[in-house]
């Protein structure tokens, strides 16, 4: 089955999204909405036979159309998403689904009632080396998870409408949740204003889980290297995803502790602790685009039913993390304990 898609939002992220669907065999992509004829100039001709139009009206009163991917400035996923779903069609949002959880519960439960697939554009939940680090952790491989941190650092995209933890926090906070499988119970953030009064361009966040698991984030675009990394340590593996490099994106380290009675026998001492230097090694991954994966998995649970990877619902739970994170920006850092969104 093919599905009809329209999207909207040609500004920095819409074009990837466009291209993919244009060179999917499951999807026929019919509308591009953008306020801008400008960027209707400047995309037309790699889409040739897609309409293209400044009125989201169009797309919604297509009774042929399947979908709407929406990929608009964060303020209008909101509203352009519930239009979208009251209009019947399944809805692709880019991440975060939502400025708030009260905005994000609205869509989650629009689209139950509607019965429509509502996704969000988590897009490392599909990437081969993040998969790869999720299966070992479901699988033991990498022994208990103690903790896990990424840092998501660059100098420059200096932003006046958001702050690091909501402009770059999202991917780390969806995949950190991801791995774990879990939601945190209390959360913490701090942070500095040092480009733009008001907008923290440095961030320092934290997750603690309720088995004990912690997790950590630094987030910034005013540091001197670009790092796109995250670590997830075990009691008997660790592992390394590092986007930035070209072929070494996950890589194993059979490093950990052990335990045993004191050495000497004595038993006087308690437990003895040593440590344990094994092989590095680097999984061989396909080589898929992430958005093309996450695409593809879209159109599947459009033309199948099936519930996508990252739902409404994971979109919500991302949102919460993220607004307590903020509170306690807010506040200085003091810690905010979540409470889990009904339903969830």
Not at 249 to 260: A, M, N, V
Not at 263 to 271: A, H, K, Q
Not at 312 to 337: A, C, F, I, K, Y
């Amino acid at each position: 089955m093919s599905v009809s898609v329209g999207l909207v939002g040609l500004g920095y992220w819409g074009p990837n999204l466009a291209r993919n669907l244009l060179r999917s065999p499951n999807a026929e992509l019919r509308w591009l909405c953008d306020l801008s004829t400008e960027l209707h100039d400047k995309h037309r001709p790699g889409f040739p036979d897609v309409r293209f139009t400044t009125q989201l009206e169009d797309l919604l009163a297509d009774d042929t159309l399947d979908a709407i991917v929406i990929a608009s400035p964060v303020p209008t996923h909101h509203r352009l998403g519930m239009l979208a779903l009251e209009a019947g069609k399944h809805t692709f949002i880019e991440k975060p689904l939502a400025l708030t959880a009260a905005d994000a519960q609205e869509l989650v439960e629009k689209a139950e009632a509607q019965d429509l697939r509502l996704m969000v554009g988590h897009l490392l939940e599909y990437h081969p080396a993040v998969l790869r680090m999720r299966d070992m952790i479901e699988s033991g491989e990498l022994g208990d998870v103690l903790y896990a941190y990424s840092h998501r650092l660059n100098l420059g995209q200096f932003r006046r409408d958001e702050n690091a933890l909501w402009s770059l926090g999202v991917h780390d906070v969806a995949t950190l949740m991801f791995l774990l499988g879990d939601t945190p119970v209390e959360v913490g953030a701090r942070g500095e204003s040092y480009v733009h009064d008001g907008v923290e361009d440095v961030v320092f966040g934290d997750m603690k889980f309720a088995g004990g698991t912690m997790a950590h984030i630094h987030l910034s675009w005013l540091d001197p290297h670009k790092v796109r990394r995250l670590t997830v340590v075990g009691s008997q593996q660790m592992a390394v995803f590092d986007d930035m490099e070209t072929e070494r994106k996950l890589t194993i380290y059979d490093k950990g502790f052990s335990r045993s009675g004191n050495p000497e026998g004595s038993g006087s001492w308690g437990e003895y602790v040593a440590k344990r230097e094994g092989d590095i090694s680097i999984p061989h991954l396909p080589a898929d685009e992430p958005l093309r994966l996450e695409v593809e998995h879209f159109l599947d649970c459009v033309a199948t039913g099936a519930t996508p990877r990252s739902d409404g619902r994971d979109g919500l739970r991302v949102v919460q993390v993220l607004e307590g994170m903020q509170r306690s920006l807010e506040n200085g850092g003091t810690p905010t304990q979540l409470e889990t969104p009904a339903g969830v």
